[in-house]
């Protein structure tokens, strides 16, 4: 991580301006010369992140356009391991927050909270610590159901997640062929993958499985992924 603060660089993912600008002016009261970078979904995170390579943090909310729960947190800590993510969300209760730890994020901040305790927490990671809220007990007992189908989605290449990704909206091969620029035997090849690591037979089950691991919930009636 960077030493000085004038060559640190943080990424704030978040699709509210609003609160992102609240985020951006706590970030710049912590580490006044920051050069904080600012993307409003998913795709322009990725963007962002294929064009600049010396990021030292990323604040990340964990819903918003082009992400479900914890999909995006499992991408960015496969394609980026050195980069920390810390998740900042609405969503703050234990299970959430202990969840997000599981997969890798480097603190949690529920966005319920002042400036004040913005900015001690981004202080803390900044420093190297992990940072979430006082009351949350990390080591109450889990999920073993969640907790296998935690181990099997971590083990996801960056690109089996970003297929999960699309599957989950709903989208066909040839349309998540065409946004990742492969072909559509590619793909196949990737969702024949992502189905073995999941140790499920079929696409619908896949997404049912991604859903309930992000907190999220594949209704029935729902549209399944052809």
């Not at 030493?3 to 580490?31: E, M, Y």
């Not at 889990?142 to 083990?155: A, F, N, Y």
Request: charged share 20%; with cysteine; aromatic share 4%.
């Amino acid at each position: 991580m960077s030493s000085t603060a004038n060559s640190t660089h943080i990424v704030i993912a978040d699709d509210h301006p609003l609160f992102r600008g609240a985020l951006c002016s706590a970030v710049a009261s912590v580490l006044e010369a920051a050069s904080i970078g600012e993307a409003g979904s998913f795709e322009e995170l990725t963007a962002l992140l294929e064009r600049e390579a010396d990021v030292d943090l990323i604040l990340l909310d964990l819903t918003m356009p082009g992400i479900s729960g914890f999909s995006g947190l499992i991408y960015l800590r496969a394609q980026y391991p050195a980069i920390p993510v810390v998740i900042v969300s609405a969503s703050d209760d234990a299970v959430t927050i202990r969840r997000s730890m599981d997969f890798g994020a480097s603190g949690f901040i529920p966005k319920r909270f002042g400036v004040e305790t913005l900015r001690a927490a981004i202080a803390k990671v900044m420093a190297g610590d992990v940072w979430i809220p006082a009351d949350v007990d990390l080591s109450a007992a889990s999920d073993p159901d969640m907790t296998k189908l935690r181990d099997r989605l971590v083990t996801l290449t960056p690109q089996q997640v970003r297929v999960l990704m699309m599957l989950s909206e709903g989208l066909l091969n040839k349309q998540i062929a065409y946004e990742l620029g492969v072909s559509e035997a590619t793909i196949k090849a990737h969702v024949s993958a992502i189905l073995q690591k999941l140790g499920v037979e079929s696409r619908t089950q896949a997404v049912i499985a991604a859903a309930k691991i992000s907190g999220g919930q594949w209704r029935p009636g729902d549209q399944p992924p052809q």
